[in-house]
């Protein structure tokens, strides 16, 4: 069987944009792969972080991915920092990474232009991501398009270490979702749907209450066109309008297409509004219904020590690869 990875950090509140593009996808990938679902806490403090605040989010985020219906009998959901070897392997991915291929990356560019004190972390925090990933032998990576490069580099890394020391590590592969990869912002469609977005208009979180997803909705912005028509380039408003809808009720796009034909934007956005809360009713119950409770504890326990075992095996071939410690006679 193959295995799948997928790791998020637990910065604030998922966005219905996280939901439709990876989240969704995964409760379906679980059935058919080895699956390791992980809250990558050590990539968050990249940035300062509230200590209290990082703890809540964490577990916050466990509990949606449990949520949006990961199942611990068919997955493995673990926290990044339960499972040492994260790090260990990751200082030896950052061993073998070129400073040059590092600058590169355009998310170190984008975070790090015009700032003074940037945190070394922001440039050597890729190597890391590639040891979450090569750590399980993965196959697959499911990705949007915004992470594309970060899994070119943990590919060049497992190929490089492979060549130098031999073969220890399976060469993943990029996943993107053909629909809903990267949902956009409410208010602007040329920026992705994220949730460290400042204004909180231009999403919608997995935990936004009934009349608070109507009222983003009904403001978010279309054209001045008033036809409701598939169009990226010409009507990317829309166009991510008719994507969520899409996405939420499994209709095809021509056929919201030929439904909202002559209806205009307000009962189309007063249908997508009922669309959307229907579609996380459920996983707002089980939210609130695992976010105190041990059961999160007891399946995120588990998870760490499913996660662990796998790793410290991966981990140990590299180590005896490269020359790291004692071989015992």
């Not at 679980?30 to 972080?49: E, L, N, R």
């Not at 749907?193 to 403001?219: A, R």
Request: glycine share 6%.
């Amino acid at each position: 069987m193959q295995t799948v990875f997928s790791g998020i950090q637990p910065s604030g509140i998922l966005t219905l944009g996280n939901y439709l593009g990876a989240l969704k996808h995964f409760s379906s990938m679980q059935h058919d792969y080895d699956s390791y679902f992980c809250i990558v806490d050590q990539h968050a403090i990249t940035v300062p972080q509230e200590r209290l605040k990082l703890r809540q989010q964490i577990r916050s985020l466990a509990a949606l991915y449990l949520a949006s219906g990961i199942d611990p009998t068919k997955a493995t959901l673990f926290i990044q920092s339960e499972v040492p070897a994260h790090a260990q392997l990751g200082w030896m991915m950052q061993c073998l990474s070129y400073i040059g291929e590092l600058e590169r990356m355009t998310q170190f560019k984008d975070k790090s232009a015009g700032k003074d004190g940037v945190s070394s972390a922001l440039l050597t925090y890729p190597p890391l991501m590639a040891a979450d990933i090569l750590l399980y032998q993965t196959t697959i990576v499911p990705v949007g398009e915004d992470q594309k490069q970060h899994l070119e580099l943990a590919r060049n890394l497992a190929e490089r270490f492979n060549n130098k020391y031999g073969e220890v590590f399976t060469i993943p592969e990029v996943q993107i979702p053909k629909v809903g990869a990267r949902i956009m912002s409410l208010n602007d469609p040329t920026k992705k749907m994220s949730k460290s977005n400042p204004q909180p208009k231009s999403y919608i979180s997995l935990l936004d209450e009934p009349k608070t997803i109507e009222k983003k909705l009904k403001s978010a912005v279309t054209d001045s066109d008033g036809t409701i028509r598939f169009d990226p380039e010409n009507k990317p408003a829309v166009s991510n309008l008719l994507s969520i809808f899409s996405l939420c009720t499994d209709e095809s796009i021509p056929s919201l297409e030929e439904r909202y034909r002559d209806s205009g934007y307000g009962p189309f956005k007063s249908d997508l509004a009922e669309a959307v809360i229907h579609t996380l009713e459920p996983v707002q119950k089980r939210y609130y219904d695992l976010i105190n409770s041990s059961e999160l504890d007891d399946i995120l326990d588990a998870g760490a020590e499913k996660a662990a075992k796998k790793a410290n095996k991966t981990l140990k071939k590299a180590e005896n690869a490269i020359g790291l410690g004692r071989k015992k006679r």
